[in-house]
């Protein structure tokens, strides 16, 4: 039975929670391989909504979910979403923490903010949730780990030696209010001993799974264009985002991944500062993001909007090695008569790209060469219309890869496989 992985090829929020929900109704292991609360997945099942965060979204298909090393964890996050989905009558006792994971600790929160604002209009538009700031000190060997938490002795050292440094840096460098000790220090004991039965050795338990026969999925966080390596940095998030970390950010080996499924909306979004080449100009835009419902489900920011980008799908198909492709969304696009797909660059000098730039000077300043597509102007179904069926298969004839999942509306039922 095969590894699967499941990654966005946008710059996040294409709809993975959705496709992973969907596809765990047949796994038996959901993993989560790099990311943190900035992630925020939405799932419809049985007419409730979950805005998941730090748990896989396998947990509402009550599979057994992995927080895998490569990912960072805000402890107070995590316990919420365990308090939440509990309250709800869903079960957590199958979620499993890698002790390798790396723990958000209030400076990183506070010090996230403080950049951001000091950066001005440099900004990046984090989700101010401390994710680099948290992978910064996991790089820099400052980091506190979930295994950490095992041991209270361990714990208290740790936390104090990195927050006589972080204190310097929020007082002097940010000039804001430092963190008082005692109170971090209780209040992160209080989580300790409601994390520690969900602390694991994952890598060991994702490998058994898969000697076992079991079907496993590997759930990536934000999208290929959002990742620190690869996308469009320093607009980026600060891990790596890419089908390749699903092994490093679980523990297992890269020959035990089988198929890597790209989710795309069939048309684009972006949350955050950056260049964006095909964001929509007028009123159009903001008719996508409310027929899209495009606000952030982390921080409740709008989306930025924009036609499909073939460009940056085919870079996303490069660099993940994908598989085939879920497109999701595309019930949206039925209201428009025409719908424009980008599949060239254009750069100043004339010069028309097929490929990714490789020079961020020459992706800030592409702009998109559109082909008008027709619309279909009518609700979707699981016959689809015979315009939205050549949009699709324009979009695999571009990327040589298959559409094998087409979202066509926000719950579970509402996606054609072909
Ligand atoms: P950070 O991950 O909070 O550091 O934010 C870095 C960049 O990634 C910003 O542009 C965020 O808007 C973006 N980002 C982070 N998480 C997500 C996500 O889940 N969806 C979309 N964008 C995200």
Redesign the pocket.
Known sequence: MPATVIVGAQ???EGKGKIVDLLAQDSDVVCRYQ?GP???HTIIAEGETFKIRQIPSGVVAGKTCVIGAGCVVDPEVFLGEVDDLESRGYTTSDVHLSGEAHLIMPWHVAI?GASERRLGKLQ??????G??PCYADKAMRLGIRAQDLLDAKILRQKIETALAEKNLWLERVYGVEPLELEELAARLERCAERIRPFIADTSLLVDRALKEGKSVLLEG???TL?DLDHGTYP????SSTVAANAATGVGIGPNRIDRVLGVTKAYVT?????PFPTEIEGSDQQRVRELGGEF????G?ERRCGWLDLVALRYAVRLNGITSLALTKLDVLSHFAEIPVCTRYRLPDGTELNEFPAHQSDFHHARPVYETLPGWEEPLDDELPAAARAYVEFVERELEVDVSLIGTGAERERVVAR
């Open positions: 710059w996040g929020d990311g900035n992630a925020g996230d990046i538009g984090t989700t101010k949730r994710i680099g966080a934000q999208g959002l607009f980026v998030t600060s972006r949350v955050g500062e950056g952030g489900t982390v921080t920011r």
